[in-house]
């Protein structure tokens, strides 16, 4: 993939061209009373699910607590109550949650009407959603008179480099290009922690195809075989939240996942999350339920090997009579014409032969008559040397924080033992942030010409490390490098001084083996790349049961 | 150092804090003509210059136009004449260039009125400079009424997050953290290239020491014999530029540069510049004019081992007759009392036991009689278990963008040879962005296999290459992924079909070695490494003619 770095500060007619400074918005709403600010879908969310849940109390059913407490997007008070409701309402209510964010502003409204949703603060239905942009502005240059916009994603500045990239790339189709940066939106509620943030990370792949290539990918086959947890859009718009467990092979090969590439990014992100540490049981991919795309200048131009000829039906517009004869209504009419299919063209054809004019259907005006001596459709061929056309776009996009609170939750446990539960955060070596933890057994200063180079050695080999020298116990020392996630710790001790021989401590399995530096240093190596686990470790060197502190 | 990477919007409170809502501004003047808005700076800069020029053409002297030309911030047209000047204006002017950065808008209108600096497209001088703020505005939430910033600088971020950045270490002093993202400055006139961008790469570091440490620093010695090229401040306000080329050992003994810490970092810079191709013989170490340092709440409170006794002169203000005595005046007095030095102290109990009064300077109401039933000074003695204190920061930081920029300056050159120059980026494999650009010789398609298994080889060994396949000839293909800067190049030719040797060419000397796979794959590892030179591998392997293109 080419990397790019592009800008946040964009000119406004970026965004315009775009359409975000039109369209790129949450529907916002208010309470009457009290003035808070509402995000519509939330709300109605919210509400709906209080409802349920006032419903289960008040049936005496138990209510999931656990779940509830791991919901901290929670923020209205107040809203449960315990009222009963009608089987009929309870599945009404389901469905609509099911597809909770899939509802324009105005549908929203209507539900808050229909149901009756009040902001239990006020006791009042909010106001009627508006559109809220998400984009923060600013002013550029010292005149200040040029409007700006933070980038909301990075997807823009890879799409205006397109022409340099292809021309990088020796014009040669298909690649991918991808950037890693911040963007900014200006949410309405942003929530606890890095689920919803107005300053985020965020990395986007953009992987351009020839869409008469039938969207192959060439390492396909490389990952047929993973399985995946698939939430379809037929489901959801059913109200359902069904998994299905299928191979991305089988996947693609049965239209659930529409082609080969978008099956290898799916399956790459599973690869992947997995990889770094996420619980792959609690991941479900789902369709989304509404397409966003919007037109960029992209074009890519194919010299074709062998010329080839082109047979279709063309249109020609009499400009000259065409405008006058429509006056303000003529580029409406045009644009319906220019953009029709060929099946439009050859039916007008046929009109325009059998009866002089084509009944064209233009929205706002209706079916509008179009005579022969205006619009001219006929079949013609003519011979292409170049092919030019817009490639279809694969947009595999990553919040980062939203990843990291997923790994964090997934990560974290705690084990019993002793006054209290110790705390662990499970991040496997290739991303915990420190790998080693190097400490000596005590502050006997005999320990740190050991320590010194312990650390030295690893940091050559660039393995990221911490000293933790200080005067807490070693079990101590050991419970809060857990829960830091460290992933080995490795301790100068009496033994050392003696022979040379160092420990090495697992994190999650708290289980010791012993050698000399080098083979350590080598295991430690081989951990953190990958090559070996824990377990192959353990069968290769001797096991250590504990310190033996004694020796102070 | 411990990496932080804080967000780039920031509420307004930070940078009122900071002071940079006052006073992080250039001075920006305006032609009264035609508007063209300048920063004052650069305008007394352009117009002095350009007569300096004009004066060597009046004497028919030779202007160095290839230095001119290579100053590509050049902006203002025509100002330069062909006029005489006096060997003493020419020194006057040569002193206020020395020393261009740091003047006041004031004083630089002040120079524009002395000089008589007019701008040559108007013939008028410009109108008095004015502070233009650069941080870029904006609002943040959905009701908008939360000003905001976008950070000009990552150093706020830090010092911020330094209380727990601090808890993180320990509590131990010193460290270091660091940041690398972008800032924002809204530029008056930012220039072409990478020098002065509205949006920018940085990279900060912020090393915090004890004021009482003498900011030793412990791996000082590990650098004291390398040799910088410094301007210092004093040279500086003579209007000189004369560099003085020393150790910085030598240099931190003699005082020239203030401590070991500051001394270890310059000498990291320009071991680091030189590691990544910059041209060390075109760098200087100027050290700043004017100090700007900003008031952070940073406090480090240090367990003392043993307690101390502390014996000062303290001040006690007597606050109910204090304040009605001096009415208005009395936060001015009192903010003098309370930041006197110990000396000041000293003198005031002398004064307030000799004449029952003390005679205090305050600034804007010059001296200020404080009698003796408002004030006492006192020499007394307590004892501290902690010691709290201010640190004081080192801050090393770079502008990415400018370093790049300083490096493609200097890493680009062209060859003679055939009809036309060809140009060389020479980036070192450390930096080069593509280390090894792989070519089979011709379209052959027996040459395919090789090509791919290679390019897997070393994207296994995660060294960036890239493949051109292309059918230009081996020649232009070597062009041009020398002018793109890629280290070393390898080509699958006629004999790898028949031994599965191979080609590697260095970029700068175009020399190659031809060797199996496996040991040219072991070569690049260690030039890409760092752990070997070409000439290394070039004393190893057989050296290479040239490519057997008669097999064909």
Redesign the interface.
Known sequence: MLEV?C???TPEIVFKTSGHVDRFADW?CKDPKFGD?LRADHFVEEILEARLKGNKKARGQKVDEEEDGKKKKKKIKGAQEAVPLSKEVVKEYEEVLAKIDNYSGPELGELIRKYDLRHPKSDMQPTEPVA?NLM????????SNLAGY?RPETAQGQFMNFAKLLEFN?GAMPFASASV??S?R?E??PRAGLLRV??F?MAEIEHFVDPESGKKHARFHEVEDVELDLLDRHTQLSGQTTITKMTIGKAVKDGIVDNETLGYFLARIYLFLKKIGVDMRKVRFRQHMANEMTDKPLLVRQRLETPRTVSEWEVTIERKKFGPWFKKDSKAVEAVILSSTQECREKWAKELEDSGKAIIEVPGLGNVDVNKDLLQVEYRSRTEHVRDYTPNVIEPSFGIGRILYALCEHAYWWREGGDEARSVLSFPPAIAPTKVIIMPLSSNKDFIPHVTRLSQKLRAAQISTRV?D?SASIGKRYSRNDELGTSLGLTVDFQTLKDGTITLRERDTTRQVRADTDTILTAIREIVGGSKTWEDIEKELPVFESQDVEDQ
Chains 1, 2 share one sequence.
């Open positions: 770095d800008s946040v500060l916002m600010i809220f923060f502005g600013t002013k550029i240059g010292p005149s933070l020796q940066g911040k900014y200006n309405i509620s107005r300053e990370l933790d200080s």
